[in-house]
């Protein structure tokens, strides 16, 4: 079966980079015609899709986030990771990884997820 983790600092400083890695098992990021991505719940609030990486490479951001936003790939590792510039508290959310057939994914019920990771950007 297919696994998703997600791995990184909990806490992470005003300015500073919040830095994720999500850890896969059970397929390679590689398969064709899937999408990786990033996705972020806020305190309060509703999944917020923030970007992907399909297997053959190609990148896409939510574009509020581009500025800031960027997702690679180890595919030695078979891995794929998020770096979010200029944190600010407002970054402050739990961060899942997914994988599914679209790039825009903001429902659990589909595709896969990982559990998410708590992120928490105070000083």
């Known amino acids: 079966q297919l696994q998703l983790q997600e791995s990184g600092p909990g806490l992470v400083k005003p300015s500073q980079i919040l830095s994720l890695t999500c850890t896969v098992s059970?397929?390679?990021?590689?398969?064709?015609?899937?999408?990786w991505s990033w996705i972020r719940q806020p305190p309060g609030k509703g999944l917020e899709w923030m970007g992907t990486?399909?297997?053959?490479?190609?990148?896409y951001y939510w574009p509020s986030l581009q500025n800031r936003i960027s997702i690679s790939r180890d595919t030695a590792k078979n891995q794929f990771s998020l770096r979010l510039r200029s944190a600010t508290p407002d970054d402050t959310a739990v961060y899942f990884c997914?994988?599914?057939?679209?790039?825009?994914?903001?429902?659990?019920?589909?595709?896969?997820w990982g559990q998410g990771t708590q992120v928490t950007v105070s000083s």
């Open positions: 997914a994988r599914y057939t679209e790039a825009v994914i903001t429902d659990r019920k589909k595709g896969n």
């Open positions: 059970g397929g390679s990021i590689t398969t064709s015609s899937y999408f």
């Open positions: 990486i399909h297997s053959d490479g190609d990148i």
